[in-house]
């Protein structure tokens, strides 16, 4: 290695130390991140899935099941069936299944195109004609790479949490 590209690689060497670019066991890195979205996201899916199907089910075989019981129970199933139909609806809308889905499957994917436009642009450094052409690419790479990575898990998070209502007390002298 000559030595104008030596200052790049001793660069890359240090900057593979800082969290961000560490592995997915290290928190905050991207990998950690990415790794956190994998995760979550289809667990988000099937609920969302699972609770749609039971909604589905249980409202469209209320009628049928209601009828199907003796007269004197008639009411009493009928009753149950609505009442798991409003908690399986609630907890749909209290979890936000489908919203936590899109956000981390969107968020995940934004990680991975970061992180593969970093390591596009490290390989752009290393065949650079200069140092200082290399040096300007890299550190022009990592501003975009720390932007990319702290704007999509601010923005998963803000719209998590803009989802959340907590209920508003009334004042008594209201």
């Known amino acids: 290695m000559d030595g104008a590209h030596s200052r790049v690689e001793e660069f890359l060497a240090t900057l593979r130390e800082q969290a961000l670019l560490k592995d997915e066991k290290t928190p905050g890195s991207v990998r950690w991140y990415i790794a956190f979205y994998q995760l979550r996201a289809p667990q988000r899916r099937k609920a969302f899935r699972a609770a749609g199907f039971c909604l589905l089910f249980l409202s469209i075989s209320l009628p049928f099941i209601t009828q199907s019981v003796p007269v004197a129970s008639q009411a009493q199933v009928a009753s149950t069936l609505s009442w798991l139909i409003a908690i399986v609806a609630a ?9 936590a889905w899109q956000l ?62 907590v209920p508003e007390q009334r004042s008594k002298h209201a």
Not at 91 to 98: L, V
Not at 117 to 131: D, K, M, V
């Open 104 to 165: 981390y499957t969107q968020t995940q994917l934004t990680l991975q195109f970061a992180l593969t436009e970093w390591e596009t642009r490290t390989a752009e450094a290393r065949a650079a004609a200069s140092e200082e052409e290399a040096m300007r690419i890299l550190k022009a790479a990592l501003q975009q790479l720390t932007r990319a990575v702290s704007d999509a898990v601010s923005n998963e998070t803000a719209q998590y949490f803009e989802g959340v209502k």
């Open 91 to 99: 907890s749909s809308s209290f979890f936000n299944w489908q919203k």
